[in-house]
């Protein structure tokens, strides 16, 4: 199997051409064959041009592109779709977990405001679950590794530490929000506007 058929590394954008999601070349392959999004084409800066499958799989594949071998010969990967019946930008929470604390926090330690890299940090409880204390937004927060052991089970005051401000619920955001070009496709940009 052809991992680049795997990878989620296709933009979705709602019919107003805003970014709603990513998919999978697999998937966007059977979006556009269905007619449920069309491709872009996008062809420098300023130029991008949307294509049907029939006329899509037609395509010259360019230097810079991804490309998988069928029975027909290669065909383009797009980088883009465009649903063709979907308006709506949908909103999105992030999930309560490791990974939704860190984004909500910045990843930056709530008691001493230092940006963390991935295996720095890990997540406190700041009423400790051995008092009582829940696994929930508004009691978890960010914190260096070294931080946290040395709160072990008391409260952030009777350890010497303050938090930077007080956890809770991250509000709704639109699905583009949560949406990162972990690959760098430079097509995702104009619509990411990262």
Known sequence: ??????????????????????????????????????????????????????????????????????????????????????????????RFGARGIWERDGGVCQYTGRKLKPGEGNIDHVIPRSRGGASSWSNCVLSH???????????????????LRFPSVPRALPASALIRNHHGIRDWQRFLGA
């Open 1 to 94: 199997m052809n991992d680049t058929l795997h990878k989620s590394t296709v933009l979705v954008l709602n019919r107003n051409w805003q970014a709603i999601h990513v998919k999978t070349p697999a998937e966007a392959f059977c979006m556009m064959a269905s007619g449920a999004a069309t491709g872009l084409d996008v062809q420098g800066e300023e130029s991008m041009v949307p294509v049907r499958w029939h006329d899509w799989i037609k395509l010259p594949i360019r230097d810079e592109d991804s490309a998988v071998n069928t029975p027909r010969g290669p065909v383009r990967v797009p980088t883009v779709l465009v649903a063709a019946h979907y308006a709506k930008v949908p909103i999105c929470r992030p």
């Open 145 to 163: 590794r070294e931080v946290n052991e040395k709160k072990a089970d008391r409260l952030p005051h009777e350890a010497g530490l303050r938090l």
